[in-house]
């Protein structure tokens, strides 16, 4: 019971690492909004039971972040944790081939849809005494990856809003920190290589030192600690969980392990 008593909001809570966090936090005893643009989220809520409430949010949208926390407030009272989950991939191209609707598409859900969600997060918080906002970014913010140009900047825009919120909202006791997944074993990445169950092995996973694939639980533990008291001296981080792929990356031109994280 490490959430006891405490309210969460998690977007992209209707599919892959936000359902597995919101099943999580509300297994540890949060109160969770469950916040998606697909309709999943009612789904996911309807599971957890009377200690979870859907809402239709898109993050790109400002008004509708400020009323899924809006609707934390009226529903369980107050916002003490948010997980910044909802993302999107965008195209597998080479630079030169990205086109500007690409790259608004993609900076529209993974860095404005964060934004607007930190933002009011925080005013929610700083009118309950504190909080922690984890934001889900991904390894290929902090290494590169093949094809992933438009992707990996703006998760690298998230790594610094991190680091830079971290620092803003220090005195008003509120920690700010980020989960950078490696690839994991969610739905978009099992269409993309049309296997039903993870394929284990460094044949499938060259480059990844722990030898599996990730499971959406992986992320959903680092996002529970991050969020939990046990946490309450760490602030700023940018975790890798990647199963050794950042620390080992060489950097010599070898393909990518297949997707980076997908939600």
Same mark, same amino acid.
């Given at each position: 019971?490490?959430?006891?008593?405490? %309210?969460?909001?998690?977007?992209?809570?209707?599919?892959?690492?936000?359902?597995?966090?919101?099943?999580?936090?509300?297994?540890?005893?949060?109160?969770?909004?469950?916040?998606?643009?697909? &309709?999943?989220?009612? @789904?996911?809520?309807?599971?957890?039971?009377?200690?979870? $409430?859907?809402?239709?949010? #898109?993050?790109?949208?400002?008004?509708?972040?400020? =009323?899924?926390?809006?609707? +934390?407030?009226?529903?369980?009272?107050? *916002?003490?944790?948010?997980?910044?989950?909802? &993302?999107?991939?965008?195209?597998?191209?080479?630079?030169?081939?990205?086109?500007?609707?690409? !790259? #608004?598409? %993609?900076?529209?859900?993974?860095?404005?849809?964060?934004?607007?969600?930190?933002?009011?997060?925080?005013? /929610?918080?700083?009118? /309950?005494?504190?909080?922690?906002?984890?934001?889900?970014?991904?390894?290929?913010?902090?290494?590169? !990856?093949?094809?992933? /140009?438009?992707?990996?900047? +703006?998760?690298?825009?998230? =790594?610094?809003?991190?680091?830079?919120? $971290?620092?803003?909202?220090?005195?008003? =006791?509120?920690?700010? =920190?980020? %989960?950078?997944?490696?690839?994991t074993w969610t739905g978009l990445v099992k269409q993309s290589v049309e296997h039903p169950e993870p394929p284990p092995g460094v044949t499938v996973l060259p480059g990844i030192p722990l030898n599996r694939w990730g499971l959406a639980r992986d992320i959903a533990a680092?996002? *529970?600690?991050?969020?939990? #008291?046990?946490?309450?001296?760490?602030?700023? %981080?940018?975790?890798?969980?990647?199963? &050794?792929?950042?620390?080992?990356? /060489? &950097?010599?031109?070898? @393909?990518?392990?297949?997707?980076?994280?997908?939600?």
């Open positions: 019971m490490r959430l006891k008593n405490k %309210v969460a909001v998690i977007t992209g809570a209707g599919s892959g690492m936000g359902r597995a966090m919101a099943q999580m936090f509300a297994a540890e005893g949060a109160k969770v909004v469950c916040a998606d643009i697909s &309709g999943k989220q009612e @789904e996911v809520a309807a599971g957890i039971g009377k200690n979870a $409430a859907a809402v239709r949010a #898109d993050v790109a949208n400002e008004a509708d972040v400020r =009323n899924m926390i809006a609707a +934390a407030e009226s529903t369980f009272g107050r *916002l003490d944790i948010l997980v910044n989950n909802a &993302g999107f991939g965008g195209e597998m191209k080479p630079l030169h081939e990205q086109t500007a609707e690409s !790259w #608004d598409r %993609v900076h529209s859900v993974n860095v404005r849809g964060v934004f607007f969600g930190m933002k009011y997060g925080v005013i /929610s918080m700083l009118k /309950s005494g504190g909080g922690a906002i984890v934001n889900i970014t991904s390894a290929s913010g902090v290494v590169g !990856w093949k094809h992933h /140009s438009i992707y990996g900047a +703006a998760k690298a825009g998230v =790594n610094q809003l991190t680091r830079a919120a $971290a620092l803003d909202y220090a005195g008003n =006791n509120i920690r700010v =920190n980020a %989960v950078a997944p490696g690839t680092a996002a *529970l600690y991050l969020a939990s #008291d046990e946490a309450a001296y760490v602030t700023g %981080v940018v975790l890798p969980v990647d199963g &050794g792929y950042c620390i080992g990356f /060489s &950097g010599m031109g070898a @393909e990518n392990p297949g997707k980076p994280s997908g939600h």
